[in-house]
């Protein structure tokens, strides 16, 4: 069996696994597909899925608790959050605009700012399963802020200008979006 076929095969298992619990919202759901892609070492979230431990046992004991989860990321990528010097901004402006304030959507926040350590488009970086599902997801958790984002920007440049124009910082070169030569890096296609 070839490498790729192999880590389907083990996301397939550990999916069906992890869902074989009756979902209790949304988030089990795509908390359901981020587990299983982090159990196939098909992410870029490091250990704990990025949760400090406390937080991630609370995760499995909730919503997984049949399943074997491992501690360590099993792609080998490590909590590497030193070089992350806007760690705390994330969280902040994501935990702003949270539509509640549960142990869930907590989850959800550590879970998408360790995702944006990783060098992909951010839904896979989360390893989510489409583009429209880290959509569907910010919308759910952060309406005001995932409403923000109307000319579809994609989503790891918009949570980063949030953060810019928040401290008064407007590094782009371009007076707008409509006329800036790197447009297709802020809003091409993210698939
Ligand atoms: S398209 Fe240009 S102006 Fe708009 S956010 Fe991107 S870099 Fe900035």
Same mark, same amino acid.
């Given at each position: ?15 069906? =696994?992890?869902? /074989? ?8 759901? @795509?908390?359901? #597909?981020?587990?299983?892609? @982090?159990?196939?070492?098909?992410? %870029? ?9 406390? &937080? !991630? ?6 919503? !997984?608790?049949?399943? !074997? ?13 030193? =070089? ?10 994501? /935990? =702003?605009?949270? *539509? ?6 907590? @989850? ?7 995702? #944006? ?6 839904? &896979?970086?989360?390893?989510? @399963? ?9 919308? !759910? ?5 995932? %409403? ?15 953060? #810019? ?7 782009? =070169?371009?007076?707008? #979006? ?6 297709? *890096? ?6």
């Amino acid at each position: 069996m070839s490498a790729v076929l192999q880590r389907q095969t083990t996301l397939a298992v550990v999916y069906s =696994r992890l869902k /074989t619990s009756s979902l209790m919202s949304p988030n089990h759901e @795509w908390l359901a #597909c981020m587990t299983a892609s @982090w159990c196939a070492g098909q992410s %870029a979230l490091p250990d704990y899925m990025g949760l400090e431990p406390d &937080q !991630f046992n609370k995760l499995k004991n909730n919503y !997984f608790q049949d399943s !074997f989860l491992p501690e360590l990321a099993p792609s080998g990528i490590y909590n590497d959050f030193d =070089r992350m010097l806007e760690r705390e901004d994330l969280i902040n402006l994501l /935990t =702003r605009y949270s *539509k509640a304030n549960t142990l869930e959507i907590n @989850w959800v926040i550590g879970i998408i700012v360790a995702g #944006c350590l990783g060098n992909d488009h951010l839904w &896979q970086d989360l390893g989510l @399963w489409s583009r429209s599902q880290l959509t569907a997801l910010l919308h !759910f958790n952060f309406p005001e802020l995932a %409403a923000k984002n109307s000319m579809d920007m994609k989503w790891k440049k918009f949570l980063y200008k949030q953060l #810019c124009e928040e401290e008064g910082l407007y590094v782009c =070169r371009a007076p707008s #979006c409509n006329v800036c030569i790197d447009y297709a *890096k802020c809003y091409g296609p993210e698939e």
